[in-house]
């Protein structure tokens, strides 16, 4: 258990929809990441948040949004979702920024 | 970010030592390398890092030769739960954390 949670484990949606994807960090750690991982692309980064404040912004398209909150969760919004959609998403925490990142179990988001 | 190079897959038998080689031939100044392993529907692990010469945790050993521009990682008397993805990251630590991970290593390891 690395100690970073995610909800929900599961989630089937249609195309179209919106969904909202939650991470919270470890105890103590000020940076989330999230990262999409599908068969064909593999683990991709999509975006960092240290303390509040977005950090580092990778292959994130334009439909999908994160923010990171005083209490320092952090959530991951997708819309307007396509069947390329579906994938594994992990968040992952660590004390500053870091190469040593903690991540979460995923959450597997199926768009049908 | 340095572009990382390591074979796609291995096979290994249990109890015997497992060496996997990442290329990274741009590494820069800066630049830290990192190892990660992945289970199956897992997120990956952090497993161990380092800058130059030799890193040695519980789990396993980092060679890094003078030149940083490649590196081993070594699992000592592997085991069928060691059956595995194993990334190889080089960057720098203080970059934004952005994680670059490549396609990696599928370690097989056989009763």
């Known amino acids: 258990d690395s100690g970073v949670t995610q909800t929900p484990k599961h989630l089937i949606t249609a195309t179209g929809q919106r969904v909202t994807l939650r991470c919270s960090p470890r105890s103590g750690d000020l940076s989330v990441y999230w990262y999409q991982q599908s068969l064909d692309q593999g683990l991709q980064f999509l975006i960092h948040?240290?303390?509040?404040?977005?950090?580092a912004k990778g292959n994130i398209l334009e439909r999908f949004s994160a923010q990171q909150f005083p209490d320092l969760h952090s959530e991951l919004n997708l819309s307007s979702l396509e069947l390329g959609d579906s994938a594994l998403y992990f968040c992952?925490?660590?004390?500053?920024?870091?190469?040593?990142?903690?991540f979460g179990p995923g959450t597997r988001l199926t768009v049908l | 970010l340095a572009k990382t190079t390591q074979p796609i897959s291995m096979d290994s038998y249990e109890g015997q030592e497992v060496n996997i080689t990442c290329s990274h031939n741009?590494?820069?100044?800066?630049?830290?390398i990192t190892w990660y392993q992945q289970f199956p529907s897992q997120g990956p692990r952090f497993i161990i890092q380092?800058?130059?010469t030799k890193v040695t945790n519980e789990v396993a050993s980092l060679f890094i030769p003078a030149d940083r521009k490649s590196s081993t990682l070594s699992l000592p008397r592997v085991s069928l739960s060691d059956t595995a993805v194993y990334y190889c990251?080089?960057?720098?630590?203080?970059?934004?954390?952005?994680?670059?991970f490549g396609q990696g290593t599928e370690l097989s390891v056989k009763p």
């Open positions: 990251l080089v960057g720098d630590n203080n970059q934004g954390g952005k994680l670059i």
């Open positions: 380092g800058y130059k």
């Open positions: 992952a925490s660590s004390v500053g920024t870091s190469n040593e990142q903690f």
């Open positions: 741009n590494i820069a100044t800066n630049d830290y």
């Open positions: 948040y240290y303390n509040g404040e977005e950090r």
